[in-house]
Structure formats: structure tokens, C-alpha cells
């Protein structure tokens, strides 16, 4: 099954929001929801790719996850 997920990293978009220069190692795009397609056989699988490759420790908020195309 293929998926689009939108995340974004809370500590950027805090600082950025709030008038602050942010200089951590997170890309400042990331004050927005970045759009990505993932392929993975079920909803859980998609979580766990996506709290592996963008942990929530380091900020990072997966705001939606939506079904692109079902086998």
C-alpha cells in the first residue's frame, strides 16, 4: 500500500513562530508540514518507518497519515 504522511518538527516551527532564529540540526522547512510518500503493508508499519526516520524525541510531529493507493 502506498501512503502520504505530513510531518513537522515542533521545536522548528516553536522558535521560528515565535520570532527566534533556529540553528539546530533540523532543516527549517520543517516549521512546515513536509509532505512524503511511504510504501508499507498496513497503518502500523507506516508509524514505525516514520517514528524511526523522524523520531518524535527529536521534535518531530507526524500530523497525517492518508491512503494513496490500496492492493
Known amino acids: 500500500m502506498l501512503f502520504s504522511v505530513g510531518i513537522y518538527n515542533k521545536f522548528v516551527r516553536e522558535a ?3 520570532g527566534n532564529d533556529y540553528t539546530g540540526p533540523v532543516d527549517k522547512s520543517f516549521e512546515e508540514i513536509q509532505y512524503f510518500e511511504m510504501e508499507a503493508g498496513s497503518l502500523l ?3 514505525k518507518m ?3 526516520n523522524y523520531p518524535a524525541k527529536s521534535g518531530y ?3 497525517f497519515v492518508k491512503t494513496i493507493k490500496s492492493e
Open 45 to 47: 508499519n507506516v508509524e
Open 50 to 52: 516514520v517514528e524511526y
Open 16 to 18: 521560528l513562530r515565535s
Open 61 to 63: 510531529v507526524l500530523d
